[in-house]
């Protein structure tokens, strides 16, 4: 399995600004993700963070609202930018590394809740 | 797109087997999965089957697929307290996941 830590683990902030949460693997991995749980719902899928690439973003998700970093395997940032109240959620980061015997595992961090007022 | 769907809760009394169900909808998924998430926490990987497979059993926990009519089943047996949560199936294709929208497990004495 792997370990997953999140800074921060929750946070409440002003609408206009800004949050960069932080994903952190105890391993090197291949591929990471970031999702989001709004209150009372599913995970919705933002983006996919691949070392060495440009973040791909789903359908509804932007990079100038969420810009990620990636800057090596076992790392990565999350910011929400110029948040609003319907930013409040939950944000998860979840790691998988293809193309090993356990490529099937998708693990997920504790998540970080956001409340924005 | 893909579609998972799950009934919303579940009640069961302690001691007896919970059968939760989930229906997904891409043909192509590759492995499917339970999550488990407690009050507070985040996603527990509780188990997965591979798309090509039919059943896998791991201690109490058992999953069934039936690809045919794209239906994904989880039995706890013996519940315990400590099993009520929300359970989340999920699909996977591409390593994107589809989660569907979590099913609440109470467990009663």
């Known amino acids: 399995s792997a370990v997953i830590s999140q800074k921060p683990s929750r946070d409440i902030c002003q609408r206009g600004t800004s949050l960069t949460i932080q994903c952190q693997v105890d391993?090197?991995?291949?591929?990471m993700f970031w999702y989001r749980q709004q209150p009372g719902q599913s995970l919705t899928l933002i983006a996919t963070?691949?070392?060495?690439?440009?973040?791909?973003?789903e359908s509804g998700f932007v990079i100038d609202k969420f810009p990620i970093s990636r800057p090596n395997l076992t790392f990565s940032t999350l910011t929400v930018s110029n948040m609003s109240p319907e930013d409040s959620s939950i944000y998860l980061c979840?790691?998988?590394?293809?193309?090993?015997?356990?490529?099937?595992?998708?693990?997920f961090g504790p998540g970080t809740r956001l409340t924005v007022t | 797109g893909e579609d998972v769907e799950q009934s919303l809760f579940l009640s069961v009394r302690e001691g007896d087997s919970s059968v939760i169900n989930c229906t997904y909808t891409?043909?192509?998924?590759?492995?499917l999965y339970w999550y488990k998430q407690e009050p507070g926490a985040g996603l527990q990987l509780l188990t997965y089957?591979?798309?090509?497979?039919d059943m896998k059993q791991d201690q109490r926990l058992t999953v069934l697929l039936n690809k045919k009519d794209k239906h994904l089943s989880l039995r706890i047996a013996d519940t315990q307290t400590g099993d009520s949560a929300i359970y989340f199936c999920?699909?996977?294709?591409?390593?994107?996941?589809?989660f569907g929208a979590g099913t609440t497990v109470t467990v009663r004495a």
């Open positions: 979840s790691v998988a590394r293809p193309g090993t015997e356990s490529s099937y595992e998708q693990y």
């Open positions: 391993s090197q991995v291949t591929m």
């Open positions: 963070a691949n070392q060495g690439s440009e973040a791909t973003y």
């Open positions: 891409d043909s192509s998924s590759t492995y």
């Open positions: 089957i591979f798309s090509n497979m």
């Open positions: 999920a699909e996977r294709n591409d390593y994107k996941l589809s």
